[in-house]
């Protein structure tokens, strides 16, 4: 055990068995369990293993009968510890073929080293290839009933593999058969069992050939597999093969210390090119505030700053549309249901008064692909898993408890849809215009917190810029009208 896992070693291939992740609790319930990624029960299979394949003889295979070496007391972290090694061996007294597979265990660290040593004491050369496995079944299906708000019911649970020549792939359980075979000659890269917030890794030997592939035992057990180069050991000598085995959350920067490409583990989609910036920036603003909550709000902030030049100009444009709104009304009685002439008296209006109709709509869009990548972001990085905030907000990637945040959002909404214009818009239109902030309101009030959170953010500052935009613009359209008119 260490400061951060519980771990169990099977003798039965020396199999990674179970792996406690003792800093990650399932819920932020008082006394809940841990996460427990690796497991060897039947209906919770999921386990890193290895083996020797050889056509020399005989060799230690996932059911081969390992010996453990190390004693029971030295099987934990002691205080001021930085590691510890525990080595199980096999032994093949015919061949005189001798293997110890040694796992490393570090403070405070996910990555566990595992060193295969092939001592060959016989009288015939030992050519075998080590492969690396990971074997689990499929976790029970999440509840479809909440779909986007629960992360659970859509994030990748599957089989994924990364290689210099094609980058980063993944594939379902559902989809091992039916896409069919992978048999990938890669020099680099890692495989990986991947699910929410969480991933088991093998990353074989750096600059070796090995060939990924994938299979299906009877639907129940999915396994995708690394067989590394032939490793050849005379008579008398010894070899030696390291391998480093990730067993815990998706950390990008531990991750990304022990392998470059490793954080694409974290799967944020086509949204990627968004998201990850965004996560770096909320990361360092994290590291200045010591909370996600006000990261959050920090970005928000610096979105504003970065876009005011063009918000600034679109809210002049929607202040203006506010202030002619009455002689737009003035025009739509003089034309009456002549929809051509009115059109074009109302196009004229807004090129006297330098008003873009569309330009008001731009400020409101702009934030949108942003909160998109930002969902994704606070439900697959498992840095902000179970975040607090301040007050009642207690889990940033849960809804509100009390749907404080929901209902101010909602105010902000309906409050910016009051300011924002709707000339010439049929009745009926303007009624499902008024009903729209309800509509979000009430879906918002089931997304985590920290996206609502953003959204009102947002909405506040955008609602207080458009305020002041109308009360300055608005009055002096209305003024020059005024003027105009005498």
Same mark, same amino acid.
């Given at each position: 055990?260490?400061?951060?896992?519980?771990?169990?070693?099977?003798?039965? =291939?020396?199999?990674?068995?179970?792996?406690?992740?003792?800093?990650?609790?399932?819920?932020?319930?008082?006394? +809940?369990?841990?996460?427990?990624?690796?497991?060897?029960?039947? +209906?919770?299979?999921?386990?890193?293993?290895?083996?020797?394949?050889?056509?020399?003889?005989?060799?230690?295979?996932?059911?081969?009968?390992?010996?453990?070496?190390?004693?029971?007391?030295?099987?934990?972290?002691?205080? =001021?510890?930085?590691?510890?090694?525990?080595?199980?061996?096999?032994?093949?007294?015919?061949?005189?073929?001798?293997?110890?597979?040694?796992?490393?265990?570090?403070?405070?660290?996910?990555?566990?080293?595992?060193?295969?040593?092939?001592?060959?004491?016989?009288?015939?050369?030992?050519?075998?290839?080590?492969?690396?496995?990971?074997?689990?079944?499929?976790?029970?299906?999440?509840?479809?009933?909440?779909?986007?708000?629960?992360?659970?019911?859509?994030?990748?649970?599957?089989?994924?593999?990364?290689?210099?020549?094609?980058?980063?792939?993944?594939?379902? &359980?559902?989809?091992?058969?039916?896409?069919?075979?992978?048999?990938?000659?890669?020099?680099?890269?890692?495989?990986?069992?991947?699910?929410?917030?969480?991933?088991?890794? *093998?990353?074989?030997?750096?600059?070796?050939?090995?060939?990924?592939?994938?299979?299906?035992?009877?639907?129940?057990?999915?396994?995708? $597999?690394?067989?590394?180069?032939?490793?050849?050991?005379?008579?008398?000598?010894?070899?030696?093969?390291?391998?480093?085995? *990730?067993?815990?959350? /998706?950390?990008?920067?531990?991750? /990304?210390?022990?392998?470059?490409?490793?954080?694409?583990?974290?799967?944020?989609?086509?949204?990627? &090119?968004?998201?990850?910036?965004?996560? *770096?920036?909320?990361?360092?603003?994290?590291?200045? &505030?010591?909370?996600?909550?006000?990261?959050?709000?920090?970005?928000?902030?610096?979105?504003?700053?970065?876009?005011?030049?063009?918000?600034?100009?679109?809210?002049?444009?929607?202040?203006?549309?506010?202030?002619?709104?009455?002689?737009?009304?003035?025009?739509?009685? $003089?034309?009456?249901?002549?929809?051509?002439?009115?059109?074009?008296? %109302?196009?004229?209006?807004?090129?006297?008064?330098?008003?873009?109709?569309?330009?008001?709509?731009?400020?409101?869009?702009?934030?949108?692909?942003?909160?998109?990548?930002?969902?994704?972001?606070?439900?697959?990085?498992?840095?902000?898993?179970?975040?607090? *905030?301040?007050?009642?907000?207690?889990?940033?990637?849960?809804?509100?408890?009390?749907?404080?945040?929901?209902?101010?959002?909602?105010?902000? %909404?309906?409050?910016?849809?009051?300011?924002?214009?709707?000339?010439?818009?049929?009745?009926?239109?303007?009624?499902?215009?008024?009903?729209?902030?309800?509509?979000?309101?009430?879906?918002?009030?089931?997304?985590?917190?920290?996206?609502?959170?953003?959204? &009102?953010?947002? =909405?506040?500052?955008?609602?207080?810029?458009?305020?002041?935009?109308?009360?300055?613009?608005?009055?002096?359209?209305?003024?020059?009208?005024?003027? /105009?008119? /005498?």
């Amino acid at each position: 055990m260490t400061d951060v896992l519980r771990l169990r070693i099977d003798s039965k =291939g020396g199999t990674l068995a179970f792996a406690e992740l003792l800093k990650y609790p399932v819920d932020t319930s008082e006394g +809940s369990p841990n996460v427990v990624l690796l497991n060897n029960e039947p +209906s919770k299979l999921d386990v890193a293993q290895t083996g020797w394949i050889t056509a020399t003889g005989a060799a230690p295979g996932t059911d081969s009968d390992y010996t453990f070496e190390a004693s029971a007391e030295s099987l934990s972290l002691a205080e =001021g510890q930085e590691s510890i090694d525990v080595p199980l061996v096999w032994r093949d007294a015919t061949t005189g073929l001798t293997v110890r597979k040694i796992y490393t265990f570090t403070r405070g660290s996910y990555a566990i080293g595992v060193r295969h040593e092939v001592i060959n004491q016989g009288t015939a050369p030992f050519v075998g290839n080590l492969y690396q496995q990971l074997l689990r079944v499929p976790p029970p299906p999440a509840p479809k009933h909440a779909m986007f708000t629960n992360p659970e019911s859509f994030s990748f649970v599957g089989s994924a593999w990364y290689s210099n020549e094609d980058h980063f792939e993944k594939r379902k &359980f559902d989809n091992f058969v039916a896409d069919g075979p992978l048999n990938k000659d890669v020099t680099g890269g890692w495989i990986a069992m991947l699910q929410h917030h969480f991933a088991s890794v *093998w990353l074989p030997p750096k600059g070796e050939a090995h060939r990924y592939s994938l299979e299906a035992f009877d639907g129940q057990r999915f396994a995708i $597999r690394s067989v590394g180069q032939a490793t050849t050991v005379a008579p008398g000598a010894q070899a030696n093969v390291d391998l480093t085995l *990730w067993v815990g959350p /998706k950390l990008q920067a531990p991750m /990304k210390a022990i392998e470059p490409t490793l954080p694409l583990a974290l799967d944020y989609g086509i949204f990627s &090119f968004l998201a990850q910036p965004l996560f *770096w920036v909320l990361d360092w603003l994290h590291a200045l &505030f010591g909370n996600w909550g006000w990261a959050i709000i920090g970005i928000v902030v610096i979105l504003k700053l970065l876009l005011y030049p063009l918000s600034a100009k679109q809210y002049q444009s929607m202040a203006k549309m506010r202030a002619v709104a009455p002689r737009l009304e003035q025009l739509k009685e $003089r034309y009456g249901e002549d929809k051509v002439k009115f059109n074009q008296a %109302m196009m004229e209006l807004y090129q006297k008064e330098k008003i873009n109709p569309l330009g008001g709509c731009l400020p409101m869009l702009l934030p949108i692909p942003i909160f998109i990548a930002l969902y994704w972001v606070l439900l697959e990085s498992v840095e902000l898993r179970q975040a607090p *905030w301040a007050l009642w907000i207690d889990n940033l990637t849960a809804p509100d408890p009390w749907f404080v945040l929901p209902a101010l959002n909602l105010a902000v %909404m309906w409050a910016t849809q009051k300011l924002t214009p709707s000339p010439g818009m049929d009745p009926v239109q303007k009624k499902v215009l008024q009903w729209m902030p309800v509509v979000f309101g009430v879906m918002f009030a089931f997304f985590p917190a920290g996206l609502v959170l953003y959204w &009102f953010t947002n =909405g506040l500052l955008g609602l207080a810029q458009q305020w002041w935009m109308t009360k300055r613009y608005g009055e002096s359209t209305n003024a020059t009208a005024v003027t /105009k008119a /005498k």
